[in-house]
């Protein structure tokens, strides 16, 4: 179907309202002190305004209060809500884009203790989330089985894996799971500062940071998010002359052929699909994929000497800058009343998914992470409940200059782990396969990989019963 010129301008003139919503949250997050300490980003702040500018707070026929004021239209929402499910494609075919991907047994050594214990955490969401569906959720509030997936789904996957499923939920005919989701990442990254911060206070006074022991001292920058001058770095660098195409256009054309390469692999993926019974790929989403296709074209380019005109940098604010109107966009759309019809399964998975993180947070981390468990557990907690930027936040506020192996061994760990959980194959294949097989199935099958993930750990000498969380050095 053909896009008008007035829809075109529409499009425009809704992205130019979430770029207020944006600047409205940054400057809040610069001016109130009372939310700096919660490092809640302009992307949040500016989501929270929006969805309480919308018809389920402050106007409309589903307004919650006692307003009724129609300050959005219902055109502009319907743009904000399909938003996120295209921008998450972007976000994933950054991914890998300009990385320099080490050898299998470097990343192992750097990185093999964080991603077992990454798996332990990320899978568990699944076990704890889809197995209480099965014991409670289902049986108490009639939920489908697949319920439970909303916990990674929103924690881990966050919210541009949230509306890519939207689809994938509709066809497996729960259409709210997708504003559930959505729900859940917001929760999930408030979760992840508050949380976060009180588990760093509390690492800190008992002797269990390698490296700070108090985190008062927090840069104003941090704090306000405003860099001043002295301070500023460059967000790229130039790799190929403006003269002939723009630096910026170039990386975007790159980001533009990762999606590319994954349609036409999600095209013939869903073509041999539909053939078979059951037709598990005619709702698979498309992130996963061009995912797949930044990590081919970076392969490809690291082989034939182009990768040198790949800059990392310039591709991870192009997933910035998606992101963030990715969030605002979602937020902002959120459906308060599906949220309200499904609120006490919602809130009993949401608890209960908190709890585990937290649990293996204080209890797994320090038995199976060789060294600086804290700070590399912290790192985990918040990209698992939050984003990585969250995990990165949280390793920064106690591990104010890198000095322990944390960051390293996440970034290693985040090549292996990305491409199937926090919003990888399994993330999107999850409900699918769990509509189609049956929990039960699906669930062994995830306990199974556990088991297999903890005897790789012990047989490579990670995991100590005895060993002491306290400081080393």
């Known amino acids: 179907m053909a896009i008008t010129g007035d829809q075109l301008v529409a ?10 919503l944006l600047l409205v949250g940054k400057v809040i997050r610069a001016r109130l002190r009372s939310l700096q300490r919660l490092f809640l980003p302009a992307s949040i702040l500016g989501g929270f305004i929006g969805l309480a500018l919308g018809p389920y707070v402050l106007g409309g026929p589903y307004a919650l209060g006692a307003f009724d004021i129609q300050i959005m239209p219902q055109e502009m929402l319907t743009t904000w809500a399909a938003l996120p ?8 075919a950054c991914l890998f884009l300009g990385m320099v991907i080490p050898g299998p047994a470097t990343i192992w050594r750097e990185g093999g203790p964080q991603f077992c214990y990454g798996w332990m955490v990320g899978m568990g969401q699944y076990i704890v989330g889809v197995g ?3 014991i409670l959720l289902a049986p108490v ?3 489908p089985d697949f319920f439970g997936c909303l916990l990674e789904i929103g924690f881990s996957g966050g919210h541009g894996t949230a509306a890519g499923m939207r689809e994938a939920f509709a066809e497996l005919e729960f259409e709210a799971g997708s504003d559930l989701g959505l729900m859940s990442a917001t929760i999930g990254i ?10 760093v206070n509390l690492a800190a006074r008992r002797g269990y940071t390698q490296v700070i022991t108090s985190p008062d001292r927090i840069p104003e920058e941090t704090l306000c998010g405003l860099i001043p001058e002295g301070q500023r ?4 660098r130039i790799t190929v002359a403006p003269n002939a195409i723009d630096p910026l256009a170039f990386h975007l054309a790159i980001v533009g052929l990762a999606i590319l390469i994954g349609w036409s692999l999600l095209t013939v993926i869903q073509y041999f699909s539909a053939r078979m019974e059951p037709d598990l790929f005619r709702s698979f989403p498309l992130f996963p994929l061009a995912m797949v296709g930044g990590l081919i074209i970076q392969v490809l380019a690291l082989n034939i000497g182009l990768s040198t005109y790949f800059d990392r940098a310039t591709f991870s604010r192009i997933l910035g800058f998606a992101l963030d109107f990715l969030v605002v966009a979602a937020i902002s759309s959120i459906r308060l009343d599906v949220f309200i019809a499904f609120f006490w399964p919602f809130v009993i998975l949401i608890v209960s998914g908190l709890t585990w993180i937290i649990f293996a947070t204080w209890f797994i981390a320090p038995r199976m992470l060789p060294d600086a ?20 936040l949280l ?13 390293k061994a996440f970034g290693f760990k985040q090549i292996v782990y990305e491409p199937f959980l926090g919003g990888g194959f399994i993330t999107a294949a999850a409900p699918i396969l769990i509509f189609h097989y049956g929990a039960g199935l699906c669930l062994a099958v995830g306990a199974i990989s556990m088991a297999i993930v903890l005897g790789i750990a012990a047989g490579s000498g990670w995991i100590s019963w005895t060993r002491s969380p306290k400081r080393t050095r």
């Open 11 to 20: 499009l425009m003139v809704h992205l130019c309202w979430l770029s207020v």
């Open 85 to 92: 499910g295209i921008l998450i494609n972007v976000v994933f």
């Open 132 to 134: 209480l569906s099965v």
């Open 141 to 143: 509030f009639g939920v």
């Open 190 to 199: 408030v979760a992840a500062v508050v949380f976060g911060m009180i588990m």
């Open 233 to 236: 770095r460059a967000t790229g």
């Open 373 to 392: 468990w804290f700070e590399r557990s912290i790192t985990e907690y918040g990209m698992q409940t939050g984003v990585t930027a969250m995990g990165l």
């Open 395 to 407: 390793l920064r506020v106690a591990d104010p200059h890198f000095e322990t192996p944390a960051a």
